[in-house]
Structure formats: C-alpha cells, structure tokens
C-alpha cells in the first residue's frame, strides 16, 4: 500500500472513532461479549502431551494406534507404600480398590487378581519361591488325585502334611472341612485346589514396597476447561477420606500416571498463567497510573485491552477449540503486547495535540504519525507467531496461531476503543499534559555519545554481541521433562519412586510384537546393555523358563503314590479322632476352632450308634464329592503340568486386558537399567532409544515421544526463526521499500537474540521445549521497536537521537516496559518450563530495548553521514 492511501485510511480511522466513540464502543463490547461467551461454552483444556504432536508423523502415529488399540493405556496409578510383608497394606489395597469402584469417576479399579482367576500355567512364571513351593504343592497334589476313595485321600493328605498340619491352622481346617462335615451330615465340598489357586496376588513393585490400584477413569461426556484436574480431585478426596475412615492415615499414598503428571502439569501451569496475568494487569496499570499521573488514561487503556483479549478468546475458540500447555499462557503475553499500542498512541497524541483544536483531527495526526509502525510491528509479530503454523509440533502451531490472531485483534481493539474512550474524557488535554517524561532526560544525555561516538560505540557493540553469540553456542537442548515439572508434585513425586523400582519406570519403552515372533524378540532385548526387564507380556517368557520347564516334566514324569485305607464306615472318624488327640492343647484360636469342629462332628457321629443306614448315608456323600473333585484336581494339574509354556489364556483379565491388543498384538515393556542418572535425560534417552531400535526399530511409548519430539521441537522452532526472519524482512521490506532501512529495524532484535543466546550460556540455562517457544517470539516482538525508531528516523534524520525524538524514545522504552512486565511475571510460576520462558523472553526484550537506544542511532547517525558524503557537491575541475 503506498504512503498516502494508507496515511488516509489511519486517519480516517482515527477521525471516525472519536468522533463516534458511543458506536465504536457499543460495537465493541457487543464483540467482547459474545467472544467471552463462546469461550466458555466450546474452548477445552487438553492436559494430554501427546495432542502437541500430529499424528501424521510415523512415530507419533503408531503411538497413537496403540492408545486406541490398549484402551487402559493412561490409566491411573493409586499407590499405597509399605513393608512388602505387611498384610494389612495388602488387605487396604483391596479394600480401597473395592470403594473406588463405587466412586462415580471410576469405572475400573484393580488392586490385583485372585489366582484362581489365572490359568493353570501362570505358576511357571511366579517368582523362584513361590514357584519351588507350588511345584512342590503340585507333586503333593498328584499324589491326592491318585486316591480312589476319599479314605485313601485323606490317609495321603495326612502323610505328606505329618509335619506341618499343626503348624498351618489354615491348610489343615481346608483339608479336613470336607470329612468333618460328612461326618456331621452336613453338605459336602471339596476345595482341593484352593492351596494351589487360593492366594491374592496384588499388583505391586517387584521389590513389593509400593502396592498399586490401576484406575480407569470414565471419559467426560462433555468438553471441560479443567480437564481431569477434577475427577483426580475427587478420587483424591475420596482416598483421604477412605484412608481416615479406616484409621489408616499413616499409610503414604499418592497418585500418579502419565495423565495425572500431565493434568497435575497443566492445572498448575494454568493456575500460574492466571495469576501472573492478574498481577501483569495489576502491574502495568499501575506503572501507567505513576506515568500517566492520572488513573483515567490508564483506566482507559486496560478496558481497551481487556476487550481485545475478549475477543482473542473467542478467535481461540473459533480457530483452535481448546487449549494445551503452551497456548494457554498466551493471554499474560497479550497483556504486555497489547497494552504497547495504547503507549505508542499516548506518547505521541501527547506530542501533537497542541496543534489541534479537537481530539478528531489530533487522533486523525497520531494515527497517520504512529500508525504505519503500529501496523507494521503488529504485522510483524504476528507474522513471526504465524510461522509456527505449519509446524508438525502442533504445541507450537496452535501458540502461533492463537497469538497471531490475538495480536491483529487487540492491535484492532485499541486503536478502536482507547481512542473513544479518551473522546468520551471531557480532560482529556489535562491528563495528557502531566505526563511524566520518562526516559526523557537519559536520551538527552545519550544525545552527546551517539552523535559524537557513534563508530567507537558500534565497534564495542559489535565485540560484545560476539561474545556473547559465542558463550551461546555452548546450549543444550535438555529433552528431560521432569525438569521442567514443578517441585514438589505430587504425581511427580510417585512416578520417581516408581522410577527407582526395577522394571516398574512409567517411561519404559513400547513394542508391540506377534505371538509367533515374541520369545526370539524378548530375547534379544533381554540383551541389551541399557534394558532392565522386558515386562508385559514378556513376563510370560522368562529368562529361565527352559529350566523350569525341565523341573515341571521331571515333576509330572514321577510316579504317584497314595495311601491305601479300609473301606469300614467308621475309619474316616477314626482317624478325626486320632488327630484330634495330637493337637496341641495350646492351640492357637484357628486350630482350637477346628477342634471344636471336630468335637462336634464327632459327637454327632456317636449318636448315630445304631443308625448304619444314615452313617452309609453320610459316607456315599463323601465318596461323591470327592469322585468329582477328583476328577477336577487331576484334570487341573495335568495341566498345571503340562509341557505348553504359559501363554495369553493363563493370564487373569486385568493383564490381559493391560497387555493384549484388540488385534491380538502383545505388548513388550521394555524396562531400562535403574540409575542416578533419570532415563529422560538427553544423553541416556538417545542412548536407549537408538539401542532398542536395533532389535525393535518401531519401539514406541513415552521415551520414543520424548526423544523424537525433542528433536521435532529443535527442528521446528529453528525452521520457524529463519521463516519469521524471512517473513519479517519482507514485510520490512514492503514497508519501507528499502533494504537498508529494513536491515536497520531487524538490527536490535539480531542483537537480542544473540545476547539471549549468550546470556543462557553464561548462566547454565539449558534450552528446552518452553523457553525454546519465545526465540521466534523474540524476532516478531522485538523488531517492533526497531520499527518505530526506523519510522521516526525516516521523517527527519537531522533530529537527535536518531530515530529516538518526538516521543519514540519513550514510547519504545514504556512498551519493553510493559511486554517485559507481561512476561516478567510469568517468573513467579512453579512450573519450571514456564518460569525458563518468562527469563529468556524478558532478558531478549531487555537486550533489544538497549540495542534500540544504542547500536541502532549510531547506524542510524554513521548511515545519515555516509548519505551526506556522497551527496556533497564535488568542485569544478575548471
């Protein structure tokens, strides 16, 4: 657009809305409103750090596939600590699992699974005790099955527990309930395989320290700013309240998981966001208040921003539909941007009002006089955020596009509405005459240097930008984001206690095998230098399981033996009888209960003296449920015993359902090596990832995402700088129609980002995927300082400072003011990430803002000497 069309369309804007400030307000706030509105209705918080990255990278997509093939993929995890031993953690698991499932949030909790819901294979691949002791179990339990009566097993079962029926009140009272109660006449019931199948076995560590309850939340019907935050909340209480309930509050507990980290990340990061909005607000209006010596201006100019932030709540909404970690700081970032263009109008509608006799043709002149740049820098800044639009690092993406919206639109809200609001102040004049003059006196004394020294000053700022670029080449990008979490979470908190636990690391790896091709897969990461454990359905493919297989045939190659015993009716009482009498008379309260039980059945079989019909009665009974129970414990250990490994039909449903596929894929959990050193950090991360590669080049899961993400964000963010420069430069470009003055107002913001660079590598802050975000920001937000002295610089180069007079000056310094404030108070976050962003965009306005009241007039003032060398007349060689 050529000068003079569009002085005339800026000043026509500024004549039109102060001359009609009730429309443009009305108009305005009927915007606001209905922005807000769609706001609140439609706009969602997604906590999910997967939903930064497209699906349509090969990485991120197969991720994505395995979410929706394992449904319980982001589970919670309750976890309960105590002493492996401690039953009563065990029992408060149960308990506790059993009281979720009732909560309305819950729709599955599991604290573990009974083994009588497994197959008769799962035994094999318990831990070595365990296994020894069913093994043995097992060959006892032939040796029963071979009884043919039920005399004959109850002889069997006598001698090969002579040693220890005392001792286990438990085992003993199992194996003699079903002969007391044939002997009392009571219904008879063999449970001969509850010693084999009878135990619970929780889910817990592989040291047992730490009990876990998996839950599965139910999936929210409708969209929700808060996301999860409060159905944890909700289970969170309702633990507590468990816990005190049963007077068991000196048990740690705590929640953790994938989804709690990243909903306890985004609900603390959203809280920080708001409050350093608040405070930013507060802040820059009362800086404008100690400025401005009135509270009208001020006033005027935060109601202005206010609608525009409305109204990129709506864009938000309509562009976008939600929010995610690093869009939803975007509003603390417009305060300070938007807040920029009310200062531009005030400093210079202070300098011009004098020649006016309305605010009409006095806001018509500031418009034309500021309004080139404010266009230009907000274009620019928008375009710098635009850049990121493209990017497959949708975190990135959706910022941009959100800011770059929300930038043109406050841009809009203010020259609208500050403009019609000030035409609304009857004092406008007033107020606008004591302003203080900040930054007035130290251009004045700039003046002298810069017009005197302007070559010495340059070569130092040259040397200096130098240096500073070198210390900056010492950056790392750190890809661990527990760094970035904030201290003292508490899902944090439990994920590294899981971490420390071998095989247990919520970031262990993903691979998603055949059946056919697991056990030489498992095999072949069992191997690997940096991997621990392959768990998942690897558990069922141990390293040892040949041996144990060996172990199990010699077991089911013994022959049995069974005790023979009469055929009389009165020998099974006999023998209660007999061991009645060897029961100690200290008995513990299990065994006297069961020989109370006895004593009862004995004395109901003595009155039946003389009724031999009923004895036999009592005693076909037994021999019925015991020909059946038989028939069910041999077929159970013959399978128990069988050559077949275990495999996916002895698992019980809840590791089924954790490790088996809808397509039928099993699921490898590739555990790495426990170390001080966390398995996100940078160097170790690679080192996994790449290692698993080589026998699983798909591996995916948290490690995978991470790693490649990592080097996504690097890549995008660096493609987006050079667009942004690129981008930028052209609309300088279009702007000024001339390559040195475009190179002039990028000229501080190089400066700044170099410096910013340098000042990370100086003070040990390493780069990562937040603070990553604002170096694109730097080049969009920075140049529009240089854009405005350049503009200044340009409607008379003999002024001094060069590009610094007629309120530039101050208005450039008030505007980093503000923006620094925005960010600035970003820095009272925990989330580490955001507080690192906060840092590193306050020191890179910081920097430009000196470049833009140093390096920049003294190009400026050596350009305008060059300009007048060449132009000096030349004499007469005649």
Same mark, same amino acid.
């Given at each position: 657009?050529?000068?003079?069309?569009?002085?005339?369309?800026?000043? !026509?804007?500024?004549?039109?809305?102060?001359?009609?400030?009730?429309?443009?307000?009305?108009?305005?706030?009927?915007?606001?409103?209905?922005?807000?509105?769609?706001?609140?209705?439609?706009?969602?918080?997604?906590?999910?750090?997967?939903?930064?990255?497209?699906?349509?990278?090969?990485? !991120?997509?197969?991720?994505?596939?395995?979410?929706?093939?394992?449904?319980?993929?982001?589970?919670?995890?309750?976890?309960?600590?105590?002493?492996?031993?401690?039953?009563?953690?065990?029992?408060?698991?149960?308990?506790?699992?059993?009281?979720?499932?009732?909560?309305?949030?819950?729709?599955?909790?599991?604290?573990?699974?009974?083994?009588?819901?497994?197959?008769?294979?799962?035994?094999?691949?318990?831990?070595?005790?365990?296994?020894?002791?069913?093994?043995?179990?097992?060959?006892?339990?032939?040796?029963? $099955?071979?009884?043919?009566?039920?005399?004959?097993?109850?002889?069997?079962?006598?001698?090969?527990?002579?040693?220890?029926?005392?001792?286990?009140?438990?085992?003993?009272?199992?194996?003699?309930?079903?002969?007391?109660?044939?002997?009392?006449?009571?219904?008879?019931?063999?449970?001969?395989?509850?010693?084999?199948?009878?135990?619970?076995?929780?889910?817990?560590?592989?040291?047992?320290?730490?009990?876990?309850?998996?839950?599965?939340?139910?999936?929210?019907?409708?969209?929700?700013?808060?996301?999860?935050?409060?159905?944890?909340?909700?289970?969170?209480?309702?633990?507590?309240?468990?816990?005190?309930?049963?007077?068991?509050?000196?048990?740690?507990?705590?929640?953790?998981?994938?989804?709690?980290?990243?909903?306890?990340?985004?609900?603390?990061?959203?809280?920080?966001?708001?409050?350093?909005?608040?405070?930013?607000?507060?802040?820059?209006?009362?800086?404008?208040?100690?400025?401005?010596?009135?509270?009208?201006?001020?006033?005027?100019?935060?109601?202005?921003?206010?609608?525009?932030?409305?109204?990129?709540?709506?864009?938000?909404?309509?562009?976008?539909?939600?929010?995610?970690?690093?869009?939803?700081?975007?509003? *603390?970032?417009?305060?300070?941007?938007?807040?920029?263009?009310?200062?531009?109008?005030?400093?210079?509608?202070?300098?011009?009002?004098?020649?006016?006799?309305?605010?009409?043709?006095?806001?018509?002149?500031?418009?034309?006089?500021?309004?080139?740049?404010?266009?230009?820098?907000?274009?620019?800044?928008?375009?710098?955020?635009?850049?990121?639009?493209?990017?497959?690092?949708?975190?990135?993406?959706?910022?941009?596009?959100?800011? *770059?919206?929300?930038?043109?639109?406050?841009?809009?809200?203010?020259?609208?509405?500050?403009? $019609?609001?000030?035409?609304?102040?009857?004092?406008?004049?007033?107020?606008?005459?004591?302003?203080?003059?900040?930054?007035?006196?130290?251009?004045?004394?700039?003046?002298?240097?810069?017009?005197?020294? *302007?070559?010495?000053?340059?070569?130092?700022?040259?040397?200096?930008?130098?240096?500073?670029?070198?210390?900056?080449?010492?950056?790392?990008?750190?890809?661990?984001?527990?760094?970035?979490?904030?201290?003292?979470?508490?899902?944090?908190?439990?994920?590294?206690?899981?971490?420390?636990?071998?095989?247990?690391?919520?970031? !262990?790896?993903?691979?998603?095998?055949?059946?056919?091709?697991?056990?030489?897969?498992?095999?072949?990461?069992?191997?690997?230098?940096?991997?621990?454990?392959?768990?998942?359905?690897?558990?069922?493919?141990?390293?040892?399981?040949?041996?144990?297989?060996?172990?199990?045939?010699?077991?089911?190659?013994?022959?049995?033996?069974?005790?023979?015993?009469?055929?009389?009716?009165?020998?099974?009482?006999?023998?209660?009888?007999?061991?009645?009498?060897?029961?100690?008379?200290? $008995?513990?309260?299990?065994?006297?209960?069961?020989?109370?039980?006895?004593?009862?059945?004995?004395?109901?079989?003595?009155?039946?003296?003389?009724?031999?019909?009923?004895?036999?009665?009592?005693?076909?009974?037994?021999?019925?449920?015991?020909?059946?129970?038989?028939?069910?414990?041999?077929?159970?250990?013959? *399978?128990?015993?069988?050559?077949?490994?275990?495999?996916?039909?002895?698992?019980?449903?809840?590791?089924?359902?954790?490790?088996?596929?809808?397509?039928?894929?099993?699921?490898?959990?590739?555990?790495?090596?426990?170390?001080?050193?966390?398995?996100?950090?940078?160097?170790?991360?690679?080192?996994?990832?790449?290692?698993?590669?080589?026998?699983?080049?798909?591996?995916?899961?948290?490690?995978?995402?991470?790693?490649? !993400?990592?080097?996504?964000?690097?890549?995008?963010?660096?493609?987006?700088?050079?667009?942004?420069?690129?981008?930028?430069?052209?609309?300088?470009?279009?702007?000024?129609?001339?390559?040195?003055?475009?190179?002039?107002?990028?000229?501080?913001?190089?400066?700044?980002?170099?410096?910013?660079?340098?000042?990370?590598?100086?003070?040990?802050?390493?780069?990562?995927?937040?603070?990553?975000?604002?170096?694109?920001?730097?080049?969009?937000?920075?140049?529009?300082?240089?854009?405005?002295?350049?503009?200044?610089?340009?409607?008379?180069?003999?002024?001094?400072?060069?590009?610094?007079?007629?309120?530039?000056?101050?208005?450039?310094?008030?505007t980093t003011a503000t923006t620094a404030i925005g960010f600035g108070t970003l820095m009272i976050a925990e989330h580490r990430g955001i507080q690192s962003l906060a840092i590193v965009m306050v020191v890179g306005l910081g920097l430009t803002l000196v470049a833009c009241w140093t390096v920049l007039p003294c190009v400026l003032r050596l350009r305008q000497q060059v300009v007048r060398a060449f132009r000096k007349p030349t004499a007469d060689p005649r």
């Open positions: 657009m050529h000068q003079v069309p569009r002085h005339r369309l800026l000043g !026509s804007w500024g004549h039109w809305v102060t001359t009609y400030p009730g429309r443009t307000l009305l108009l305005c706030s009927l915007l606001a409103v209905g922005s807000i509105l769609t706001a609140v209705l439609t706009i969602e918080v997604k906590p999910d750090r997967n939903a930064l990255i497209s699906e349509d990278l090969d990485w !991120s997509g197969r991720y994505a596939d395995y979410r929706r093939d394992f449904p319980r993929w982001d589970d919670v995890i309750v976890c309960l600590e105590g002493d492996p031993e401690d039953e009563r953690v065990d029992a408060l698991s149960r308990r506790l699992a059993a009281s979720l499932l009732e909560h309305d949030d819950v729709s599955a909790a599991d604290a573990g699974f009974h083994l009588r819901d497994a197959g008769p294979g799962l035994w094999k691949i318990a831990p070595q005790p365990l296994f020894q002791d069913t093994l043995e179990k097992l060959r006892k339990g032939r040796n029963v $099955a071979a009884s043919e009566t039920a005399a004959s097993a109850l002889l069997t079962m006598l001698e090969q527990e002579e040693d220890d029926a005392a001792a286990d009140a438990a085992d003993a009272a199992t194996a003699m309930t079903p002969f007391i109660d044939a002997i009392a006449g009571r219904p008879v019931t063999f449970d001969l395989l509850a010693p084999l199948q009878g135990e619970w076995q929780p889910l817990e560590t592989a040291s047992g320290r730490i009990r876990i309850i998996q839950l599965t939340l139910r999936k929210a019907s409708e969209a929700s700013v808060a996301g999860i935050a409060e159905t944890l909340s909700s289970v969170r209480t309702h633990v507590e309240e468990s816990l005190h309930a049963w007077d068991a509050q000196d048990i740690p507990w705590g929640i953790t998981g994938i989804p709690a980290i990243e909903s306890d990340e985004t609900q603390q990061a959203t809280y920080d966001s708001t409050i350093a909005s608040c405070i930013a607000f507060g802040l820059i209006t009362a800086m404008l208040v100690l400025v401005f010596r009135r509270i009208r201006i001020p006033l005027m100019a935060a109601i202005s921003l206010v609608i525009g932030i409305a109204w990129s709540f709506g864009w938000a909404a309509l562009s976008i539909g939600h929010l995610q970690l690093l869009s939803m700081v975007f509003s *603390a970032i417009l305060i300070g941007l938007g807040i920029d263009f009310a200062l531009h109008i005030v400093t210079r509608l202070k300098e011009v009002h004098t020649q006016f006799t309305s605010l009409p043709e006095a806001m018509a002149q500031t418009f034309r006089d500021v309004g080139p740049g404010l266009l230009t820098g907000a274009v620019t800044t928008a375009v710098a955020f635009g850049c990121t639009a493209t990017s497959a690092f949708l975190g990135m993406a959706e910022m941009g596009i959100i800011a *770059a919206g929300g930038v043109l639109l406050c841009l809009i809200a203010i020259m609208s509405c500050f403009p $019609a609001l000030l035409a609304l102040n009857s004092r406008w004049r007033q107020d606008l005459d004591v302003i203080r003059p900040v930054g007035t006196p130290l251009l004045r004394r700039l003046s002298g240097p810069l017009h005197n020294h *302007a070559g010495a000053m340059l070569v130092v700022a040259i040397l200096a930008t130098g240096l500073l670029a070198a210390a900056g080449s010492r950056l790392e990008y750190d890809s661990n984001i527990m760094n970035l979490q904030p201290p003292g979470l508490e899902a944090v908190s439990w994920q590294q206690k899981l971490a420390s636990e071998p095989g247990e690391d919520l970031w !262990s790896g993903l691979v998603l095998s055949e059946p056919s091709s697991a056990p030489d897969l498992v095999a072949n990461l069992r191997g690997l230098e940096n991997v621990s454990e392959v768990g998942g359905m690897g558990w069922l493919l141990p390293p040892d399981l040949l041996e144990r297989q060996q172990l199990v045939n010699t077991t089911a190659a013994q022959p049995v033996h069974a005790e023979t015993a009469p055929t009389g009716l009165g020998f099974v009482a006999n023998v209660l009888m007999k061991i009645r009498d060897r029961l100690p008379a200290n $008995a513990s309260s299990e065994m006297a209960d069961l020989v109370r039980q006895i004593d009862q059945a004995l004395d109901a079989w003595r009155d039946l003296d003389r009724d031999t019909a009923t004895r036999r009665q009592r005693m076909e009974t037994l021999e019925i449920a015991w020909a059946s129970a038989r028939t069910e414990l041999m077929s159970w250990i013959d *399978a128990a015993l069988g050559p077949e490994p275990p495999g996916p039909s002895d698992l019980p449903p809840i590791l089924r359902s954790n490790w088996i596929g809808e397509d039928g894929r099993w699921l490898l959990r590739v555990a790495p090596v426990v170390s001080n050193q966390s398995i996100l950090d940078p160097d170790r991360l690679a080192d996994f990832v790449e290692q698993v590669r080589t026998v699983a080049p798909n591996v995916l899961g948290p490690p995978v995402q991470i790693f490649e !993400s990592s080097r996504l964000i690097v890549r995008a963010y660096t493609n987006a700088g050079i667009l942004a420069l690129a981008a930028v430069l052209l609309v300088l470009l279009a702007d000024f129609r001339s390559i040195f003055d475009a190179f002039s107002a990028i000229l501080p913001v190089l400066v700044g980002f170099a410096g910013t660079l340098g000042i990370m590598g100086l003070s040990g802050i390493d780069l990562n995927f937040a603070n990553l975000m604002v170096l694109p920001m730097i080049f969009g937000i920075g140049v529009d300082s240089g854009v405005h002295v350049v503009h200044r610089w340009r409607s008379n180069p003999d002024m001094q400072p060069p590009g610094l007079w007629g309120g530039t000056g101050v208005g450039i310094l008030l």
